[in-house]
């Protein structure tokens, strides 16, 4: 019988479905359809998630697995890190490895094992990349500019400056005061840009950050096709990359940074090297259940609590301890 995983990554829930192990994967219209109930925070399985992780067999020469990442709604996300943590923790007690590659839609990207965070909090670093500045990229259109890097665009909001950069996945980025991150500007904008809209017309995952120090940020993110998120590994990550070029007093390359988000912490390093940018995002890996639930089921997509035998593994509790002995950093309600 095969097993779900209910996991997150800085409280940035998912469900981990390994189609190798079922004797039929399941289609994409299927994927879509279990996705979409199971993830339902009101009718989902424990709570709901924000997607669901599919593990399949590699298709790149030299990677040992596949991720793909169903958001909630159905959509299907480029990339996603802190789903990639999960999916990377998975794999390697699977396949019993520390470090490979897993293939993402846009790149093979490097996976690698972590000292745990705390006792019972495990880690895992994972490579955040390509990195693209260009319209086409994300794409973008209508706002007067090739390319957002600090700039004006008051067609999206007044008196804000905005970077978009894809990693690959769309973000769309603004360095605001903490009044700005608390009230509802942020949601405003999401919700525009990920509905019908002239400027980004896939829509586009909105992150504010306020910079809390050298080194320090503190990250709010609207995710396309999700909504709020406690934490966005690839936002975290664009974020950074902007922290970095646009505030180089406060923070440099190849150095650490600590991004504080509402569900927890990560750490940022920034490179650039080959004349190419790239970023380690290195944060929990945590898993609180494992679903055992018939296969059939899975196909029907109709998946109730009531199906499955579900096992608490306990290691919230951990991630939760962890998260209590942070500074108290955490600026949204």
Same mark, same amino acid.
């Given at each position: $019988?095969?097993?779900?995983?209910?996991?997150?990554?800085?409280?940035?829930?998912?469900?981990?479905?390994?189609?190798?192990?079922?004797?039929?994967?399941?289609?994409?219209?299927?994927?879509?359809?279990?996705?979409?109930? =199971?993830?339902?925070?009101?009718?989902?399985?424990?709570?709901?998630?924000? #997607?669901?992780?599919?593990?399949?067999?590699?298709?790149?020469?030299?990677?040992?697995?596949?991720?793909?990442?169903?958001?909630? /709604?159905?959509?299907?996300?480029? $990339?996603?890190?802190?789903?990639?943590?999960?999916?990377?923790?998975?794999?390697?007690?699977?396949?019993?490895?520390?470090?490979?590659?897993?293939?993402?839609?846009?790149?093979?990207?490097?996976?690698?094992?972590?000292?745990?965070?705390?006792? #019972?909090?495990?880690?895992?670093?994972?490579?955040?990349?390509?990195?693209?500045?260009?319209?086409?990229?994300?794409?973008?259109?209508?706002?007067?500019?090739?390319?957002?890097?600090?700039?004006?665009?008051?067609?999206?909001?007044?008196?804000?400056?905005?970077?978009?950069?894809?990693?690959?996945?769309?973000?769309?980025?603004?360095?605001?005061?903490?009044?700005?991150?608390? /009230?509802?500007?942020? #949601?405003?904008?999401?919700?525009?840009?990920?509905?019908?809209?002239?400027?980004?017309?896939?829509?586009?995952?909105?992150?504010?950050?306020?910079?809390?120090?050298?080194?320090?940020?503190?990250?709010?993110?609207?995710?396309? #096709?999700?909504?709020?998120?406690?934490?966005?590994?690839?936002?975290?990550?664009?974020?950074?990359?902007?922290?970095?070029?646009?505030?180089?007093?406060?923070?440099?390359?190849?150095?650490?940074?600590?991004?504080?988000?509402?569900?927890?912490?990560?750490?940022?390093?920034?490179?650039?090297?080959?004349?190419?940018?790239?970023?380690?995002?290195?944060?929990?890996?945590?898993?609180?259940?494992?679903?055992?639930?018939?296969?059939?089921?899975?196909?029907?997509?109709?998946?109730?609590?009531?199906?499955?035998? =579900?096992?608490?593994?306990?290691?919230?509790?951990?991630?939760?301890?962890?998260?209590?002995?942070?500074?108290?950093?955490?600026?949204?309600?």
């Amino acid at each position: $019988m095969p097993t779900l995983l209910k996991v997150h990554g800085s409280q940035n829930q998912f469900f981990i479905l390994d189609q190798t192990s079922l004797d039929q994967p399941l289609t994409d219209p299927e994927l879509r359809q279990l996705t979409r109930h =199971i993830t339902d925070p009101q009718t989902g399985l424990l709570g709901g998630a924000d #997607g669901v992780l599919v593990v399949d067999k590699p298709f790149r020469d030299g990677s040992q697995a596949q991720m793909r990442v169903i958001n909630a /709604d159905g959509s299907e996300a480029t $990339m996603c890190g802190n789903g990639l943590r999960t999916v990377a923790r998975y794999v390697a007690s699977r396949d019993y490895l520390d470090q490979f590659k897993v293939d993402t839609i846009d790149a093979s990207l490097r996976v690698r094992k972590q000292d745990d965070l705390a006792a #019972g909090v495990p880690a895992f670093a994972v490579e955040i990349s390509p990195v693209r500045f260009n319209k086409e990229a994300l794409p973008f259109d209508n706002l007067g500019h090739d390319r957002l890097l600090a700039t004006p665009a008051p067609e999206i909001w007044p008196q804000l400056r905005f970077s978009a950069i894809a990693v690959p996945n769309p973000h769309l980025i603004s360095f605001v005061d903490r009044p700005a991150l608390q /009230d509802d500007v942020l #949601g405003v904008i999401g919700r525009r840009l990920n509905g019908e809209n002239p400027y980004f017309s896939d829509g586009v995952n909105v992150n504010f950050a306020h910079i809390l120090g050298k080194n320090q940020l503190f990250v709010r993110t609207f995710e396309r #096709g999700v909504g709020f998120t406690n934490a966005c590994g690839t936002g975290m990550s664009a974020t950074s990359l902007a922290f970095v070029l646009l505030h180089p007093d406060q923070a440099s390359f190849d150095q650490p940074i600590d991004v504080f988000n509402p569900g927890g912490k990560v750490r940022t390093i920034v490179h650039y090297q080959d004349q190419e940018y790239w970023i380690e995002l290195i944060g929990n890996a945590t898993f609180t259940h494992q679903i055992t639930v018939d296969e059939a089921v899975l196909h029907q997509g109709n998946v109730q609590e009531a199906d499955c035998q =579900i096992t608490d593994t306990g290691e919230q509790e951990a991630y939760q301890a962890f998260v209590d002995q942070l500074p108290k950093l955490n600026l949204v309600d």
